[in-house]
């Protein structure tokens, strides 16, 4: 039916190249290309056989001209962006430039700046309207999913929601005393941005960390809970009609706090470059070096994640509540695709994605955010495709 061109070659990309081959009749022929080819090879080599036909190459994506060459050499029907946020927008470039259609899980952040804002790729709307393509922002699942459960509660249960509550729970254990699940950089400015949420058409802001919960997750237990600002809470504000309130939640245990307490005083995050043995270094750059990658902690990981969405509002003038979420299983995602459940449950909603503009089923011309689509073939696809969710109509509420 098509083809695809997946650009990185991380843990997130490992589990879309494994889901594009479970699905050939949809993902006929795929191009993985990223900074370094060998890691694309080792995917090929480990998935070549199935009726899917992969090729790999080398890409800068920071350069759209390299990338435009790509993309007119393979031709594929669909980009999925799983490289880094600091390239959605040559990739985006490139797309129009060939005319495909584009898919990523992270909004655009520039290097000098960690801060997350859709207003650099909403200002493509108007391009990618007049080019006929559609870019599907955000389809991974914190940002993803948790759009596409804010649509289906909208759709489904509510006349008007009210509060969303978004919580993000870990309880893998990797048995190293720090490390981050995904990339470290990505994932350590935003846990040390100032914390934020939308109430009342306003948006508060607050220290890092500052706000704490406990919540007792479904199938984990109670875990501490701390306000973080996140990308889709932007969309969501925009997006889900009567919205009030929109706070989003991550677990964090005292011992990954207490070491990243550790290296923030002593400047190992800083994003300003220091002059080290005559070179210019970022301190997150050399603490990435140093930190476990992500994908090696994918056989060590034991537990579960659970991601879901709280919902407060009314149903024909009655108050409502209502709790969307799925459990991953670290070891049982490992022992299908070789990641954790943090890449998992990533790379699964961008297979989707991909896999619903392919079909023609999320085909419209623009830029958008998945909560602007039709939740419900996405939500049947996330049953068949490995991240099955379950529903509370009673759930705990957070304060
Ligand atoms: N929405 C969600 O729920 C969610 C959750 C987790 C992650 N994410 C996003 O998913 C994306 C991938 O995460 P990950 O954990 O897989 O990261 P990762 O393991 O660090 O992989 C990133 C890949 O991109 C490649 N890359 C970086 N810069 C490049 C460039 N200029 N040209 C070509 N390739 C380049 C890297 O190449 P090298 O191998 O050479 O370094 C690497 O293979 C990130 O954008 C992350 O923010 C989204």
Known sequence: MGKALIIGAGGVSNVVVHKCCQNPDVFEEICI????????????????????????????????????????DFKPDVVINVALPYQDLTIMDACLATGVHYVDTANYEPLDTPKFEYKWQWAYKEKFEKAGLTALLGSGFDPGVTGVFSAYAQKHYFDEIHTIDILDANAGDHGYPFATNFNPEIN????TANGRYFHNGTWVETAPLSIK????????????????????????AVHIKGIKKIRFWMTFSDNYLNYLRVLENVGMTSIEPILFEGKQVQPIHFLKAVLPDPASL??????????????????????????????????????EVGSQAISYTTGVPAMIGAMLIIKGIWKKPGVYNVEEFDPDPYME?????????VEDFSPTLLD
């Open 33 to 72: 290309a990223s900074r370094t080819k060998s890691k694309c090879d080792a995917m090929k080599e480990k998935l070549e056989g199935g009726k899917t036909k992969i090729q790999t190459a080398q890409v800068d994506a920071d350069n759209t001209e390299e990338l435009i060459v790509l993309i007119n």
């Open 298 to 335: 994918g056989p060590r990981t034991k537990g579960k994640t659970n991601i879901g969405c709280v919902f407060q509002g009314t149903k024909d003038g009655q108050p409502k509540t209502y709790y969307v979420y799925n459990v991953c299983d670290h070891e049982e995602a490992y022992a």
């Open 213 to 236: 919960e406990e919540y007792n997750f479904p199938q984990i237990g109670p875990k501490n809970i701390y306000l973080l600002y996140h990308e889709e809470l932007e969309s969501l």
């Open 381 to 389: 696809a996330l049953n068949q495709h490995g991240l099955p969710w």
């Open 188 to 191: 350590i400015r935003e846990i």
